[in-house]
T-cell receptor, first 116, second 111 residues
Framework: GAGVSQSPSNKVTEKGKDVELRCDPI?????LYWYRQSLGQGLEFLIY????????KSGLPSDRFSAERTGGSVSTLTIQRTQQEDSAVYLC??????????????FGPGTRLTVL | SQKIEQNSEALNIQEGKTATLTCNYT??????LQWYRQDPGRGPVFLLL?????KEKRKERLKVTFDTTLKQSLFHITASQPADSATYLC??????????FGGGTRLMVKP
């Protein structure tokens, strides 16, 4: 079946502009995660959705970042007034459940964001 | 805060040898650790999970150990092949299964 998809694959924007990144998780997966990976760095957790519960936004670096998940499926990560330090690869992942059961996460290919 | 540390230096080994990658964590032991492989331009791919009550887990040529005394996990690839060249990420889970990743170790297997 189809894996996690993300769009666009690459996004170049000017400083100060807003951007929207999209994630389509695996069908039926209730948990969805956004991570950010800067050049040569590990993944940094941003936000997590589980079913209809309020999202865990504890990883968002500033109030310029927000995310939505509509209908428990597709998610959009929005970055307002982009800054050069926002340049990174933004990765989305989904899993079939949550808790400490250790379910593997399935990652999309990421969106490479470049802020000029 | 919980941290995961991996050797940031690349590991270069000869084909056929065993590659050993290290993952160290701070503070309390996580319920489990996960290992992922990441190729350039791609998202991470899950490899293995080991729970804190498991000493060792195997999958084909892969072996993971978990030492709660040393606060360390070792990831082994036996009979390494050039196709094993990639970055390997260790991750611990927090509540809700959010993963805290280490910086990853790049493995280069030379023919």
């Amino acid at each position: 079946g189809a894996g996690v998809s993300q769009s666009p694959s690459n996004k170049v924007t000017e400083k100060g502009k807003d951007v929207e990144l999209r994630c389509d998780p695996i069908s039926g997966h209730t948990a969805l995660y956004w991570y950010r990976q800067s050049l040569g760095q590990g993944l940094e957790f941003l936000i997590y959705f589980q079913g209809n519960s309020a999202p865990d936004k504890s990883g968002l670096p500033s109030d310029r970042f927000s995310a939505e998940r509509t209908g428990g499926s597709v998610s959009t990560l929005t970055i307002q007034r982009t800054q050069q330090e926002d340049s990174a690869v933004y990765l989305c992942a989904s899993s079939s459940t949550t808790g400490l059961a250790g379910n593997e996460q399935f990652f999309g290919p990421g969106t490479r964001l470049t802020v000029l | 805060s919980q941290k995961i540390e991996q050797n940031s230096e690349a590991l270069n080994i000869q084909e056929g040898k065993t590659a050993t990658l290290t993952c160290n964590y701070t503070n309390y032991s996580p319920a489990y650790l996960q290992w992922y492989r990441q190729d350039p331009g791609r998202g991470p791919v899950f490899l293995l999970l080991i729970r804190e009550n498991e000493k060792e887990k195997r999958k084909e040529r892969l072996k993971v150990t978990f030492d709660t005394t040393l606060k360390q996990s070792l990831f082994h690839i036996t009979a390494s092949q050039p196709a094993d060249s990639a970055t390997y990420l260790c991750a611990r889970a927090s509540a809700g299964n959010m993963l805290t990743f280490g910086g990853g170790t790049r493995l280069m297997v030379k023919p």
